[in-house]
C-alpha cells in the first residue's frame, strides 16, 4: 500500500516521529473538544440549532484567528516553533480544564456564557495556531524532496486521530447519556480533552528547542507584524503554483462548508426529532467517521494519482467530481446517499489539500513557511464561516434543498475550469520526486518533469 511505504519511508527519521506523536495527541485531543462543544451548544435537548446558530458557533471560534492571524504568523518564523507547540497545548490545558469546571456547574447566566465562549474561542483559535506551527516545522523533519511523501502521510493523521479522538468522545458520551447529567456529561469530555492537549505537550519536550526552525534568529519587533504580512503576500505573487493553490483551497472550502452546515442540519432536524438527541449524535458520528476514512483514503490514492496522471489533473479531476457527487447521490436525501456522498467527497476534499500543502511547501521558501502557512489556515476559517452565513439565507432549517445542492455543484465546475485555466504552464509537480522510486528505493529518471 502506498501509504504505507510512504510512512515505512519517512519513519527513518527520528525528528518525523516525534512531530508525528505530537500531531496525533493535539488533533486527538481537538476532535474530543469539538465533540464536547457540539454536544454543549447544538445537541442540547432544549435547542433546535438552525443554520444562524451554526454560524454563530464559527464565527466566534475562527474569525477571532483570522483577525490575530498575521500577527502570530510573523512569531512563528522568529520564535522557536518548539516552543510554540509547547506553550500552545498548556495554555490549552488550562483551558480544557477551566471549560469543564464551568459547564459542570452548569452555563446558565449571561455571564457565564460570556466566560465560556470567550474560552472556546482561546482554545480553537490556539489550535489554528498549533496547526500552522506544526505545518511550517514538516520540513525540518525530512528530505526536501519527500515533501508530497509526507504531505499524503500526514494528513492522514489527522482524520485518524479525529476519528479515534471524537468516536472516543461520542461513545463516552453516549454512555454517560441517561446516567449522569447532560451539563456533567459534557464536562467530562471537556476535561478529557484537556488530558490530551497535556500528552502533546509532554510529548513536544523530546524535540530540541530549535530543531523545528525557523532558520536564523531575527527579534521580533512590532513593526515586523505588517511588514511580515506584506512580504508573505509578496512572495507567494512570485511562487504562482503556492499563491494560486491557496486561491483555490479558498474557493472549495465555500461550497464545502455549505454542504458540511446543512448536513448537520439534516441529521439534526430533518432525519430525527429535536428530543432525540443522543440518535442525531450517533448518526452524525457515523458520517464523520466515513467522510474521516475518505480523508484517509485519499492519503493512499493521491501519490498514486498524482504521479500518473499529474497534480494539475487530478486538481481538476476532483473539483469535477465533487461536482456531480452534489447531484447524485447527494441530492437523494437519504442516509445511505449522504453517506456514499459524504465518503467520496472525503477523498476528494483531501486531495484537494494534499496537493495545495505540497505546492506550499515545495515552492515557498523556510523564511515564509510559518506566514504563508497561517494564511492559509486564515482562508480555511474564514471560508467556514462565510459558507455558515451563506446558509443562514439559503439553507431551510432542516437543511433539505435540492437547489442549493445543484448550485454547489455548479460552483465546484466552474473553480475546476478556472483552475485547469489558471494552471497553465506551472510546475506543480515539484516535490514529488520521491515518488520516483523502485520498490528497492531507487530513483527512477523522469525527463518529463
Not at 131 to 159: D, K, R
Request: with cysteine; charged share 15%.
Amino acid at each position: 500500500m502506498e501509504f504505507l511505504r510512504g510512512l515505512r519511508q519517512l519513519w527513518r527519521h527520528r525528528l518525523f516521529r516525534r512531530l508525528f506523536a505530537v500531531r496525533v495527541a493535539a488533533q486527538a485531543a481537538d476532535a474530543v473538544l469539538q465533540v464536547a462543544l457540539a454536544s454543549f451548544v447544538l445537541f442540547s435537548p432544549e435547542r433546535q440549532p438552525d443554520a444562524a446558530a451554526i454560524a454563530g458557533v464559527l464565527a466566534i471560534t475562527l474569525l477571532p484567528f483570522s483577525v490575530l492571524g498575521p500577527f502570530v504568523s510573523v512569531v512563528l518564523d522568529r520564535v522557536s516553533r518548539r516552543q510554540v507547540l509547547l506553550i500552545t497545548e498548556l495554555c490549552r490545558t488550562v483551558l480544557g480544564l477551566g471549560l469543564a469546571v464551568l459547564v459542570a456547574g452548569g452555563v446558565t447566566s449571561g455571564g457565564r456564557e460570556i466566560i465560556f465562549y470567550g474560552g472556546v474561542l482561546l482554545a480553537m483559535s490556539l489550535n489554528r495556531f498549533l496547526l500552522a506551527a506544526l505545518s511550517a516545522s514538516l520540513p525540518h523533519t525530512v528530505e526536501p524532496e519527500e515533501y508530497l511523501v509526507a504531505n499524503s502521510v500526514v494528513p492522514t493523521v489527522g482524520p485518524a486521530a479525529v476519528i479515534i479522538g471524537g468516536g472516543l468522545a461520542t461513545g463516552i458520551r453516549l454512555v454517560l447519556s441517561g446516567r449522569v447529567p447532560a451539563s456533567t456529561a459534557d464536562g467530562v469530555l471537556f476535561a478529557l480533552a484537556a488530558c490530551g492537549f497535556a500528552v502533546s505537550a509532554l510529548l513536544s519536550l523530546r524535540m530540541g528547542r530549535r530543531v523545528l526552525g525557523p532558520d536564523g534568529t531575527v527579534r521580533t519587533r512590532a513593526a515586523d507584524v505588517a511588514r511580515g504580512l506584506i512580504d508573505a503576500v509578496g512572495h507567494l505573487r512570485q511562487r504562482r503554483e503556492a499563491g494560486l493553490g491557496l486561491v483555490m483551497i479558498g474557493l472549495h472550502r465555500i461550497p464545502y462548508g455549505v454542504v458540511t452546515v446543512a448536513s448537520i442540519l439534516v441529521y439534526r432536524n430533518y432525519f430525527h426529532r429535536v428530543d432525540q438527541v443522543d440518535a442525531a449524535i450517533g448518526d452524525l458520528g457515523v458520517l464523520a467517521a466515513v467522510t474521516g476514512i475518505g480523508f484517509v483514503l485519499a492519503a493512499a490514492v493521491t501519490p498514486i494519482v498524482r504521479h500518473r496522471i499529474g497534480a494539475r489533473a487530478w486538481m481538476v479531476c476532483c473539483f469535477i467530481g465533487s461536482a456531480v457527487l452534489q447531484v447524485f447521490p447527494g441530492a437523494t436525501y437519504t442516509r445511505v446517499g449522504i453517506l456514499i456522498a459524504a465518503f467520496c467527497c472525503g477523498v476528494l476534499a483531501q486531495a484537494i489539500k494534499i496537493n495545495v500543502d505540497t505546492f506550499v511547501q515545495a515552492h515557498v521558501d523556510d523564511d515564509y513557511k510559518g506566514r504563508v502557512f497561517v494564511i492559509y489556515d486564515m482562508i480555511f476559517n474564514v471560508s467556514l464561516v462565510l459558507a455558515a452565513v451563506i446558509c443562514v439565507g439559503v439553507v431551510p432549517d432542516n437543511g433539505k434543498s435540492v437547489p442549493v445542492l445543484v448550485v454547489i455543484a455548479g460552483c465546484y465546475l466552474v473553480t475546476g475550469i478556472g483552475f485547469a485555466l489558471l494552471s497553465r504552464g506551472l510546475d506543480l509537480d515539484h516535490g514529488s520526486e520521491s515518488l520516483d522510486r523502485t520498490p528497492d528505493g531507487t530513483a527512477v529518471a523522469d525527463d518529463n518533469r
